[in-house]
């Protein structure tokens, strides 16, 4: 098994932007973990629908690639550590799609008395972000959508965004005396050189610097070395964890008819998106924030500048992260499941034929010569 770590990483770290969730290579495990776990017949349906963009986005036909999708839309320049890609999509409307700022005192202590277990009051205290209601709306979507098109840029963005709510730092606005608006997900908690990452969103998204320069690329493609490690460490995430409890039980729902599935997903007393969220937001309440020295003073830059991690809270971040998208990766897969039994229902695969215009009847009219004579 390839865990890689080098220390690209931690440059990458200050060039990415503030809501890119996991790097690609959290992005992937996910992905792959869920691929791992799904039936052929399933991969083969959801690849042949991804398979699609082929021409404008290449190398992200597969459930596995078409998780970093959600980052590469927007992209506005071509930086080979961070956009690597020929073309520059630059849609940064969908920003606020990839996260949820649920309030979490950075203290310890509860925000205005609520905790997860408050769920739709908690909710509503949300400073922003909108992958609550993206992914909501999706699940409608694959209920009725008779554009393959669209069902390709719902799946795209639902592999994405569901691999996001997994990372805690899209799940939360840290609140303190000096960020009484949030702390954007840890990007203001700032560290210095030589230091895991630049910040607290960064080394939550790179699972602490462990997996090295295992991201995407577009010659990330099956039979490279990149690729094999990353499948290894998949086989080897689902060997450790993979009999870990999901406490959502994401698993009874597999085989209900979609709109039960669907109802399952959205609508009380389930909920199970809404508590993926505030599951995450537990981990960053009892992991993310918790012991670690964020007690910083502003620099004459009004930078929040604060000591390296401890070793003990990168190892125990790791765990948690790990731990997090596997299980992410498996309920990843019960979503598929019902997503590919929709696209096969839908005929999202089948070519839709235009049919020829009607031959037209109409008679020519006769052209006159006026005469002056």
Not at 13 to 41: C, R
Not at 184 to 213: E, M, T
Not at 310 to 321: E, G, H, R
Not at 333 to 348: D, E, M
Request: aromatic share 8%; hydrophobic share 40%; glycine share 6%.
């Amino acid at each position: 098994m390839k865990l890689t770590c080098i220390g690209s990483l931690v440059l990458l770290a200050a060039a990415a932007q503030s809501v890119h969730g996991w790097w690609d290579n959290g992005h992937m495990l996910v992905s792959e973990i869920a691929t791992q776990s799904l039936a052929p017949s399933d991969v083969t349906t959801l690849n042949a629908l991804l398979s699609k963009y082929d021409r404008d986005f290449p190398n992200t036909g597969t459930v596995t690639t078409a998780s970093i999708w959600g980052d590469l839309i927007k992209c506005s320049s071509v930086v080979s550590t961070y956009c690597p890609s020929v073309t520059t999509p630059a849609l940064n409307m969908l920003d606020e799609w990839h996260y949820v700022n649920l309030p979490v005192n950075v203290n310890g202590t509860d925000y205005k008395n609520l905790t997860s277990s408050d769920g739709t009051k908690l909710i509503k205290e949300a400073q922003g972000g909108q992958a609550l209601d993206f992914l909501t709306k999706t699940f409608t979507t694959f209920g009725k959508t008779q554009s393959a098109h669209a069902a390709n840029w719902a799946l795209r963005m639902l592999l994405h965004v569901f691999g996001d709510i997994a990372n805690p730092m899209h799940n939360v606005a840290g609140m303190t005396s000096l960020f009484p608006d949030g702390d954007f997900g840890g990007n203001k908690f700032l560290f210095k050189k030589p230091c895991v990452g630049s910040n607290l969103h960064a080394i939550w998204d790179s699972v602490g610097a462990k997996y090295g320069s295992v991201n995407w690329s577009p010659t990330f493609v099956p039979g490279s070395a990149d690729y094999a490690a990353l499948q290894a460490n998949a086989t080897a995430l689902l060997s450790k964890y993979g009999t870990v409890p999901d406490k959502l039980d994401f698993g009874s729902v597999k085989d209900v008819d979609y709109p039960k599935f669907v109802t399952a997903m959205n609508s009380e007393p389930l909920v199970k998106i809404q508590r993926t969220f505030l599951e995450s937001y537990d981990v960053a309440r009892q992991v993310a924030y918790k012991n670690i020295d964020l007690n910083c003073t502003l620099d004459d830059k009004q930078k929040c500048i604060n000591p390296c991690p401890s070793s003990d809270y990168v190892n125990a971040l790791i765990a948690s992260a790990e731990a997090s998208i596997t299980v992410q990766g498996k309920r990843l897969s019960v979503i598929l499941t019902q997503i590919a039994k929709q696209i096969r229902a839908l005929n999202l695969l089948t070519p839709v034929t235009t049919p020829a215009p009607p031959p037209t009847n109409a008679t020519a009219v006769p052209t006159t010569t006026r005469s002056n004579c």
